[in-house]
């Protein structure tokens, strides 16, 4: 189990970077990225459980990089894979239903497609912070038990 400085640190780095990447993918991506992104976000809709799930997200986040068609940033996701695959699996667990951050994911999805840049980075800003707030029900219930 990662460590909360870890976590923390891990978010942080996420609102760093993935609110930037969404909006280049929407001004970058290519048909074939739209439709990869699109693959993911299905698998993610289809998941039955929660392995499922975190093995989709994390193929929706490495295309959403890999879409921003910046290789520095592509390659960034090797770095954080393990991390953020934790990362997403803490995440939904604290969650009531492991589904709850799938219509954070088709906003933005659907500004990526409409090649809308700032709804792009609005979008994933609030889906990092919905997953910074799992988290920190995690620290508060852990705390209280």
């Known amino acids: 189990m990662p460590t909360e400085s870890f976590v923390e640190k891990l978010v942080e780095m996420r609102e760093f970077i993935e609110p930037a990447a969404a909006a280049a993918a929407a001004m970058r991506r290519t048909p074939e990225q739209l439709a990869e992104l699109r693959q993911a976000y299905d ?15 994390l193929a929706f986040h490495e295309t959403l990089l890999r879409a921003t068609n910046n290789e520095l940033m592509a390659s960034l996701f090797s770095v954080i894979e393990t991390a953020l695959g934790t990362f997403f699996l803490l995440s ?10 799938l ?7 659907e ?8 709804v792009a980075r609005q979008a994933m800003w609030k889906m990092v912070a919905a997953s910074r707030r799992n988290i920190a029900g995690r620290g508060r219930r852990a705390k209280s038990a």
């Not at 289809?46 to 989709?56: F, K, N, P, R, S």
């Open 43 to 57: 698998a993610m809709s289809a998941a039955t459980d929660l392995d499922d799930w975190a093995e989709a997200d």
């Open 111 to 118: 500004a990526v497609r409409r090649r809308q840049p700032e």
């Open 92 to 101: 939904a667990r604290n969650s009531a239903n492991f589904k709850a951050a």
């Open 103 to 109: 219509p954070h994911h088709e906003k933005v999805y």
